[in-house]
Nanobody
């Protein structure tokens, strides 16, 4: 089992940037492919980005492509989400997730482990 703790959320003006981090502990980090999801008030949880265990494959939701970048540092057991050109509609709780596998996956039910989430609020 792996434990995930997100950090880096906060309040930012539209057009600004934030960098989210997700620290993993408990098992060999390189066994896990990682993903970021988000959930806005009154909406379902949606996929944001995913990265393979090696970092060589990445996949993004169309809504964030070109603005967000997912990366990982396996030596530090951490995955990152760099968010640039933030928009009001990016406001949500952002969750880090992990599953044992090698590919990039956008379906939330594939992910067995989830963090508690970090709030991102973008003011317009």
């Amino acid at each position: 089992q792996v434990q995930l703790v997100e950090s880096g959320g906060g309040l930012v003006q539209a057009g600004g940037s934030l960098r989210l981090s997700c620290a993993a502990s408990g098992r060999t980090f390189t066994n896990y492919a990682m993903g970021w999801f988000r959930q806005a008030p009154g909406k379902e949880r949606e996929f944001v980005a995913a990265i393979s265990w090696s970092g060589s494959s990445k996949y993004y939701a169309d809504s964030v492509k070109g603005r967000f970048t997912i990366s990982r540092d396996n030596a530090r057991n951490t995955v990152f989400l760099q968010m640039n050109s933030l928009k009001f509609e990016d406001t949500a709780v952002y969750y880090c997730a992990a599953y044992i596998g090698t590919g990039v996956v956008s379906t939330s039910r594939t992910y067995a482990y989830w963090g508690q989430g970090t709030q991102v609020t973008v003011s317009s």
